[in-house]
């Protein structure tokens, strides 16, 4: 005997999220943990650098971007395993310590948070990458160097792939920057993308 219409249709509509779920957990997941850099301040989040990554990736990974304006590390420290459980990422990007920086915040105590987000994604089993970034030396250039020398620090410590800075070919160009001086615009964004994906290519086995 023939299934009623309505029925049907109910079997159907209960069906297509469990393929969808089957459909993402088949797919390796990407996560971008990172500040207002990857969270595309002040341009459309579509323009930016982690959207175009989703793009160039195609439909064999799953791109997430739990990134927030103004985090420090000690907030993504505080977040992070919530996020990591939400998520259940295979790589994590990890850009964080620019607010730090920006703030004058202890290196040493950021060196610390960066740590143990890197203990606690290696404990999910997902791999790290490292975005390194530079600041202004408006704390004079000795607490500068010392932000941006706890990145290599770190991926030799964990020997994890990093980029040692994130903006480079852009931080200095006025007409990659927005007005702020701090954030890159969107023509920017290709060129952020080009420089993770140095990094980040190998690790996925796509060709660089």
């Known amino acids: 005997m023939a299934l009623p219409l309505f029925l049907l249709l109910s079997l159907l509509l209960m069906s297509t999220p469990l393929v969808h779920a089957e459909d993402e957990a088949d797919r390796p997941t990407v996560m971008v943990f990172g500040d207002s850099l990857s969270a595309a301040l002040g341009i459309e989040r579509e323009q930016g650098w982690v959207n175009l990554l989703s793009e160039r990736l195609g439909d064999e990974y799953r791109v997430v971007n739990p990134s ?51 203990e606690l994604i290696r404990a999910e089993g997902a791999q790290v990458v490292l975005l390194g970034i530079m600041i202004p030396p408006n704390y004079g250039q000795p607490y500068a160097d010392a932000i941006a020398g706890v990145y290599p620090a770190l991926a030799q410590e964990y020997a994890i792939p990093y980029l040692p800075f994130l903006l480079e070919g852009v931080a200095l160009d006025n007409a990659l920057m927005q007005s702020d001086g701090i954030h890159p615009n969107a023509s920017a964004q290709p060129r952020l993308l080009d420089n993770l994906w140095q990094v980040l290519a190998p690790l996925l086995g796509e060709p660089s």
């Open 68 to 118: 927030i304006s103004g985090e420090t590390t000690a907030g993504g420290l505080e977040r992070l395993p919530a996020v990591l459980e939400r998520y259940r990422p295979d790589y994590v990007l990890l850009e964080l310590g620019g607010n730090d920086g920006l703030q004058g915040l202890p290196p040493r105590q950021m060196r610390a948070n960066l740590a143990r987000m890197i």
